[in-house]
């Protein structure tokens, strides 16, 4: 009687410990699925932020036209950091830096939108306030692609054991 337990309990670690790598292997592939999708999207902000900054810098096109654009680029950006603190909730190696450089961001289009909403509407300003917002979008980019390379090439599903690893050894080097 004892025997037929035996069996099935061999090879139960083994299929265990497949289902927990496929389950991280999932886990990997949804975060990274986000963040290719929010790189893709933080791109698509970026080419229009610059639109607008050049639209300012030209005078080409009207007030309104440019600042319900600007509007729609914020309401864009608010999107991508919502899902980014969603994909940060869900891997410890999607840092919070990036939902920062999008609020900085979102913060210079509000500013370029209210230098052109005013009686005096001041193009120049504007057009500054946008083009920070780009260098912001592309500083998100950035550690979108670094995030990636990280979830990516982790071991483990959560990426918690890689971010854990990671504070000791600058607390080491910051003790050294």
């Known amino acids: 009687r004892g025997g037929g337990g035996a069996a099935a309990l061999e090879g139960l670690g083994e299929r265990l410990e497949q289902g927990r790598s496929a389950l991280q292997q999932e886990w990997r592939r949804e975060v990274t699925g986000a963040l290719d999708q929010a790189l893709e999207e933080t791109s698509r902000l ?78 120049r300003e504007g057009a500054d306030e946008a083009g920070a917002a780009v260098d912001a979008l592309n500083a998100a980019a950035y550690q979108l692609l670094q995030a990636r390379g990280d979830v990516v090439g982790s071991g483990s599903g959560s990426g918690l054991a890689e971010a854990i690893e990671r504070m000791n050894q600058l607390a080491q080097q910051q003790g050294g």
Do not use: F, W, Y
């Open 46 to 123: 970026a080419e229009r932020q610059l639109a607008v900054q050049k639209s300012l810098e030209s005078g080409d096109q009207p007030g309104s036209a440019v600042r319900a654009e600007q509007g729609s680029i914020e309401e864009g950006v608010q999107r991508l950091v919502e899902q980014m603190r969603k994909a940060a909730g869900q891997n410890a190696l999607v840092p919070p830096g990036i939902g920062a450089a999008l609020g900085g961001a979102q913060q210079r289009m509000q500013r370029a939108r209210e230098a052109i909403s005013t009686a005096a509407p001041n193009a």
